[in-house]
């Protein structure tokens, strides 16, 4: 019998994690597949079952309409089962965005927008973004214009 819960799905992908490219795709092809086309077909044997309108009827719609997006990982080891790493980095942006309408104006709405362009960018190029933002800040006034992009997170060295 194949297991088809979204939990066994995961399972896979944990013992996938520290195998090479190879290696992970033929676990998935040979674990997570199988499981996937069951949850599919359960999925449009109870698509059937269900009123059209409701909102288990609209859940069923939804994973069924993107099944190709859903499981493009199995068929690229490259590609993780889900994108809960973007989710989790652009949280903050998301939690603020309220927030972030009563900077004054919209002006003062796209400079806050920059600056938290430029904190994310820093994090995610693995610096302290106290420490790049005032190190930039305090070089800044003296840049020249053709070299500012020296200044931008990725390309940035704090020992200059």
Same mark, same amino acid.
């Given at each position: ?19 090479? @490219? ?33 909102? !288990? ?13 859903? !499981? ?36 003062? @709405? ?15 190029? @693995? ?21 500012? @992009? ?11």
């Amino acid at each position: 019998m194949i297991r088809i819960d979204a939990i066994w799905l995961y399972e896979v992908e944990r013992t996938a994690a520290s195998l090479d @490219g190879k290696q992970r795709l033929a676990l998935r092809q040979q674990q997570a597949s199988p499981a996937a086309q069951a949850l599919h077909k359960w999925l449009q044997t109870q698509r059937q079952r269900v009123p059209t309108g409701g909102a !288990t009827a609209k859940a069923i719609d939804y994973s069924l309409n993107r099944w190709s997006a859903l !499981t493009h990982y199995l068929s690229d080891p490259l590609v993780p089962i889900d994108n809960n790493w973007v989710e989790n980095q652009i949280r903050p942006i998301a939690l603020g965005r309220k927030n972030w309408m009563f900077a004054g104006s919209l002006r003062a @709405g796209k400079r806050a927008a920059a600056i938290m362009s430029l904190i994310h960018s820093a994090r995610l190029n @693995g610096h302290d973004p106290y420490a790049y933002l005032r190190d930039i800040l305090e070089r800044l006034p003296l840049q020249p214009f053709s070299r500012i @992009g020296e200044l931008l997170p990725h390309l940035w060295d704090s020992a200059q």
